[in-house]
């Protein structure tokens, strides 16, 4: 197993209350007890309301918070019912997830994303950049056009590249257990960095995860691709023993 280092990040969209702090907790204690065992980043992304009250209850922190998504107005504004990137770094938000498919199917825009990517940044929080091809497009043999656009268009030269992770998630894996060949998958992730590469002008690989109905029983054949820097992980993250037991598997 290579020691570099790789990030889980959990994605636990509309799920979860105060009572849910006994799954970061064990996660949380998990990580602290493996700290040397393994080089890795957790990082669990929760509903906007539950990040302050879990960064204030975690005493000791192994594990970083972030948010699903910020608006893309950086300052406050007539926007009900919003959350912009700054309010989300004052209640303890590290990280943000953007561009996810689902919300990208609600109306999203590259144009949109990257003014939520340009606002994250400008207050210090670390961007999970999604990209993806839906199911159609896969079959049409557009996957790797598809990427790239999204990456060009959301991704301009004088961002940070040290604070976005590009996280790769084909919309028809996610939830429905249909996983990508490997091989494919392994082609798309060198493609994927190759462009990040060419748009940054850079000889430093990104990081890349990939998503889409990873579990404990499948996470090893990922292990086997080492190109792939982590994982953005579903519904096995809203349990603690699911989500510690791919860690477990992974680092068999």
């Known amino acids: 197993m290579t020691n570099k280092l790789k990030y889980f990040i959990g994605n636990w ?11 970061i907790s064990k996660i949380n204690n998990f990580s602290y007890i493996h700290r040397k065992a393994c080089r890795k980043k957790i990082v669990i992304c929760v509903p906007n309301l539950l ?3 879990f960064n204030n209850k975690l005493k000791s922190k192994h594990i970083s918070l972030g948010a699903q998504n910020c608006h893309h107005n950086d300052g406050d504004g007539a926007f009900t019912g919003g959350t912009n990137a700054s309010m989300l770094k004052k209640a303890g938000s590290e990280y943000v997830i953007l561009g996810h ?3 990208r199917s609600a109306g999203e825009t590259n144009s949109i994303i990257k003014k939520k990517i340009f606002s994250a940044l400008n ?10 091809e839906t199911l159609k497009e896969k079959k049409k043999k557009r996957t790797f056009y ?3 656009k999204q990456i ?3 991704l301009p030269k004088k961002y940070d ?3 976005i992770i590009i996280a790769y998630e084909p919309v028809w894996s996610i939830g429905t257990n249909k996983l990508p060949k490997m091989n494919d998958l392994k082609k798309t992730i060198q493609f994927i960095k190759k462009e990040y590469k060419k748009i940054f002008r850079t000889k430093i690989d990104p990081k890349v995860l990939y998503g889409g109905s990873v579990n404990n029983k499948n996470i090893h054949l990922f292990s086997m691709i080492y190109q792939i ?3 953005l992980i579903g519904g096995a993250s809203r349990s603690s023993k699911k989500f510690i037991d791919i860690l477990k598997n992974y680092y068999k």
Not at 13 to 23: A, E, H, P, T
């Open 51 to 53: 990040i302050h009250y």
């Open 161 to 163: 590249i040290n604070k």
């Open 146 to 148: 598809v990427l790239k």
């Open 13 to 23: 969209k509309m799920f979860g209350d105060f009572n849910s702090l006994k799954i």
């Open 123 to 132: 207050n210090n929080l670390n961007v999970i950049f999604c990209i993806g």
């Open 101 to 103: 498919s689902e919300n």
């Open 152 to 154: 060009k268009d959301s």
């Open 229 to 231: 820097d982590g994982f």
